[in-house]
């Protein structure tokens, strides 16, 4: 991890779930982490908990649903902070209802946070990586509903795992792009389990279902951030012990 110290990490979602710990995992390694959220206030005190040489932890108001917000953030941070070196595509939403009965602005708005924002984010993190001649890293937070639909005992998951296989099937689409360009930049698709912290509707919140921590997450971020120059990790997935999808 020690070439991305002083570098700039811009993760979306950052104020819920496993946002704040892999902001503050990234900022403890030195990084520069601006942490993109609609409730930055949530991020205060976890800006002030970090305490290292180059690491730094920097909230700045923005709704990903918003493509306006998105370009005017990444304009700033280019200014301001200094080019990106890594993004952290964490922002990701579910809506509790059904194929059959579901509302369409539910359906509307989780396809605009999961893929349209994260195409987003991704096309500008690589202009401006390109432009300043950066051989960064984009990780997308998929989900195991990205490549196998989970049978729950109540279905109400409807347009989630479709939005997550579409992460799935960007993160290689964008891998053929990035080799076809001759690219030096990096795409890793990270697939977690039930993950315990996540408010995610539809998954079950019952403490005896195996979960991960993301702390868990965190640390897959940081082994795919540590392989060398010639090492594509494409898709990592990760499981809790145990668990029943």
């Not at 595509?89 to 994260?118: C, H, P, Q, Y």
Request: aromatic fraction near 4%; glycine fraction near 8%; hydrophobic fraction near 40%.
């Amino acid at each position: 991890m020690e070439r991305w110290e002083g570098k700039v990490a811009v993760v979306t979602g950052a104020s819920v779930g496993i946002g704040p710990i892999v902001m503050k995992t990234l900022a403890e390694k030195g990084m520069k982490v601006i942490g993109l959220a609609r409730l930055t206030h949530r991020l205060q005190d976890l800006a002030a908990s970090v305490s290292t040489i180059c690491g730094q932890i920097i909230p700045l108001k923005c709704d990903i649903a918003r493509e306006d917000d998105i370009l005017k953030s990444f304009n700033w941070i280019t200014e301001k902070i200094g080019p990106i070196h890594v993004l952290v595509n964490n922002a990701g939403l579910s809506r509790n209802s059904t194929l059959l009965e579901g509302a369409t602005k539910d359906w509307k708005r989780v396809f605009e946070v999961n893929v349209i924002a994260l195409c987003i984010c991704t096309r500008e993190a690589i202009r401006i990586m390109r432009r300043y001649n950066v051989a960064g890293h984009i990780i997308h937070m998929n989900s195991i509903a990205g490549h196998k639909v989970p049978i729950m005992p109540e279905p109400s998951l409807n347009v989630y795992p479709a939005s997550k296989f579409a992460v799935t099937a960007l993160t290689e689409t964008l891998r053929q792009e990035l080799r076809f360009a001759g690219s030096r930049i990096k795409i890793t698709s990270i697939s977690p389990g039930l993950v315990r912290g996540e408010s995610q509707e539809g998954f079950s919140d019952d403490d005896e279902i195996p979960a991960l921590k993301p702390e868990d997450i965190a640390e897959a971020i940081v082994y795919v951030l540590s392989t060398g120059p010639n090492v594509q990790v494409h898709e990592l997935t990760v499981h809790p012990l145990g668990e029943i999808f």
